[in-house]
């Protein structure tokens, strides 16, 4: 059997490093440390590659949203007629829940320090919306913050708030959109399907995940 490190891994798998960290601390890919770094093996690479085939391709960010948003009891403005109608059904026939898997392209994934006197400055910045824990009643003691910005404000926002993004105990987890915006003007907290989404890609938690499947039980 072939080895592989958490980098090789990542590029066979198409994801960035840190979704291949959160597989093994998942239990959902097996690793073995060789000192300090990961090692895993190519045949199980493949297997979750062919699971996630077998599921479906993830969808496209614009896509992902649409059928967030709708979810959520809101409309889609990006989207044609005839692409409205056609997730719709998708949404209708299968629901949010078993799509939740297919819609990671929604943003991009980043973690940053922010020293914690500017928490709550950069949470309310016009430019975020508050997603993950912070969207939901029942997580309010998260030590994280989870916020959704545009890609486009996120390098500014990083030299505004003194942004460290190689710490080793990052405070906030940032997800940046490219695309058009799916958040309504002057919405401030992310629609509960949306912090649904947050709650189940992060690192194993079972209280994350519970609060999670509350959410969905709604939907």
């Known amino acids: 059997m072939a080895s592989l490190s958490v980098p090789q891994a990542a590029e066979r798998l198409g994801v960035n490093e840190r979704r291949v960290r959160q597989l093994i601390e998942l239990d959902r890919l097996p690793?073995?440390?060789?000192?300090?770094?990961w090692v895993v093996q190519s045949e199980d690479i493949d297997e979750i590659r062919e699971s996630a085939r077998l599921a479906g391709r993830p969808y496209s960010s614009r896509n992902a949203w649409a059928l967030l948003v709708m979810a959520a009891g809101r409309e889609p403005t990006w989207l044609s007629n005839t692409e409205r109608t056609r997730l719709s059904g998708i949404l209708e026939s299968q629901g949010i829940a078993k799509l939740l898997p297919r819609l990671s392209r929604r943003s991009e994934v980043r973690e940053w320090y922010v020293h914690p006197s500017l928490l709550e400055r950069l949470s309310a910045d016009a430019r975020t919306v508050v997603g993950g824990a912070g969207a939901v009643d029942a997580l309010i003691d998260e030590s994280v913050v989870e916020l959704y910005v545009a890609s486009s404000a996120r390098q500014q926002m990083e030299s505004e708030f003194f942004v460290d993004s190689g710490a080793d105990r990052?405070?906030?987890?940032?997800?940046?959109?490219?695309?058009?915006?799916?958040?309504?003007?002057?919405?401030?907290?992310?629609?509960?399907?949306?912090?649904?989404?947050?709650?189940?890609?992060?690192?194993?938690?079972?209280?994350?995940?519970?609060?999670?499947?509350?959410v969905l039980k709604d939907a």
């Open 170 to 214: 990052p405070n906030v987890v940032v997800r940046s959109i490219d695309g058009p915006w799916p958040f309504d003007p002057g919405q401030k907290t992310a629609d509960r399907i949306v912090a649904a989404a947050d709650l189940l890609e992060r690192a194993p938690d079972p209280r994350r995940a519970r609060v999670a499947e509350e």
């Open 31 to 37: 690793a073995q440390k060789v000192g300090k770094r």
